[in-house]
C-alpha cells in the first residue's frame, strides 16, 4: 500500500515538472526587441549633420542678417541642452518689411543693390498707377462728350461745366433760379428738362453716382429750411430721386450736402452768387485711392472747370491737329 502510494506520489509530480511557468518571457522579449528597433529608428532620424547644418545656418545668416541661437552654430533647447539656450534680442525699432533692420549684416554694394531693386519696384508701381489714371481719364472725357452731346442735343451745352478731379467727372450745374427756386428744393422746369437729359447716359455707366449740394456765401436766412446745410442737402437729395424714376439704381446713388463750405469760385467774385449756388453731379472713379490721385494731373486742361465738349467738336479737333502733323512731316 504504501510503496503503491508513492508511486502515484511521484506520477503526480513528474507531471508538474513538465508544466511550463515562464512562457511569458517569450512576450516580453518580442516586445523589448520592437522597443529596440523603435528607438533605433528615432536615433537615425534624429542624427543630423553637424557639419552641412552649420554651413545651412551660415548662409542663412549671411542672406537675412539676423543673428540667432540657430543661425550661428549655437546650441538651442531642441539640441538637447536647454541649460545653454540663448535669448535673441529683438530690435523694437527694425520693421521686417521695411529692410532696415535686415540689412545690418549686408556688405555695402548688398544694401545698394536692394535699394535700387526696391526703387525699381517703386517706379514700376507708380508707371502701373500713372498708365491707370491716364486710361481713367480718357474714359471720364468719353462719358463727357456723351453728357455733351446729349445737352447739346436740347440746347442746353451752356448750362452745366465740367471737370475732372480724384474723385472722378463732376458735371457741374448751376441752379441761379433755373433748376431750383430760391430757397427752395423743388425742381423747376429747366432743371427738370437738364437732368432729363443726362439721366439716359447716366444709367448706362457702371459707375456709383453722387450728387452734391451747395449753396452760395450769402447771409440771407433760408425761409423754409433751418440752415444752408438743410437746403443743401435737400436739393441733392430731390436730384438723387429724380435719377432713381428715370432708371438710375437706388444702390448707385448718394446725395451730400455742403451748405456753403466748398466754393465753386472766390466768394468775393461777384459771379460767386450765382456760381457757388449749385448741384454737382459726380461720376465717381472705380480706382483705388492712390491711382485716383493722380486724375486731375492725367486729364491736362480737362482737370479745371471749362464746357462740355460734344463729340463732333472732339471729331473736329483730332481731324485738325493730325492735319497739322501731316503737314509737318511733309514740310520736313
Do not use: C
Amino acid at each position: 500500500m504504501s510503496s503503491g502510494g508513492g508511486k502515484r506520489k511521484q506520477k503526480h509530480e513528474e507531471h508538474e515538472e513538465h508544466v511550463n511557468h515562464e512562457r511569458w518571457l517569450v512576450s516580453y522579449a518580442d516586445m523589448m526587441t520592437l522597443l529596440f528597433v523603435l528607438f533605433v529608428v528615432l536615433f537615425s532620424m534624429s542624427d543630423v549633420n553637424q557639419k552641412k547644418f552649420a554651413q545651412l545656418a551660415q548662409g542663412l545668416s549671411q542672406g537675412f542678417g539676423s543673428q540667432s541661437a540657430a543661425f550661428t552654430g549655437n546650441y538651442a533647447p531642441l539640441d538637447g541642452a536647454a541649460n545653454t539656450a540663448q535669448i535673441v534680442q529683438i530690435d523694437p525699432g527694425a520693421n521686417p518689411g521695411d529692410g532696415s533692420g535686415g540689412t545690418e549684416g549686408l556688405s555695402k554694394s548688398q544694401q545698394d543693390a536692394i535699394s535700387r531693386a526696391l526703387q525699381a519696384e517703386d517706379r514700376k508701381k507708380a508707371s502701373g498707377n500713372a498708365e491707370k489714371a491716364a486710361r481713367e481719364a480718357e474714359n471720364l472725357k468719353a462719358i463727357e462728350r456723351k453728357i455733351a452731346d446729349a445737352l447739346s442735343a436740347q440746347k442746353l451745352l451752356g448750362s452745366a461745366k465740367f471737370t475732372i478731379d480724384q474723385r472722378g467727372l463732376v458735371v457741374t450745374v448751376v441752379t441761379n433760379e433755373v433748376v431750383f427756386a430760391g430757397n427752395r428744393a423743388e425742381l423747376k422746369k429747366g432743371g427738370e428738362k437738364i437732368l432729363n437729359a443726362i439721366s439716359p447716359v447716366l444709367a448706362k455707366l457702371p459707375n456709383n453716382i453722387e450728387v452734391d449740394g451747395h449753396t452760395n456765401q450769402l447771409n440771407a436766412k433760408t425761409t423754409f429750411y433751418p440752415s444752408g446745410w438743410e437746403l443743401s442737402a435737400a436739393r441733392a437729395s430731390t436730384t438723387v430721386r429724380f435719377f432713381t424714376e428715370h432708371g438710375i439704381p437706388k444702390k448707385r446713388l448718394s446725395a451730400v450736402g455742403f451748405s456753403d463750405t466748398k466754393p465753386l469760385i472766390d466768394p468775393k467774385d461777384p459771379r460767386s452768387i450765382t456760381m457757388n449756388r449749385r448741384v454737382d453731379v459726380v461720376v465717381l472713379t472705380m480706382l483705388s485711392p492712390e491711382q485716383a490721385a493722380l486724375l486731375p494731373s492725367a486729364a491736362g486742361p480737362d482737370g479745371k472747370l471749362h464746357t462740355g465738349q460734344t463729340t463732333a467738336q472732339y471729331q473736329a479737333e483730332q481731324k485738325a491737329a493730325e492735319t497739322k502733323t501731316s503737314t509737318t512731316t511733309g514740310n520736313n
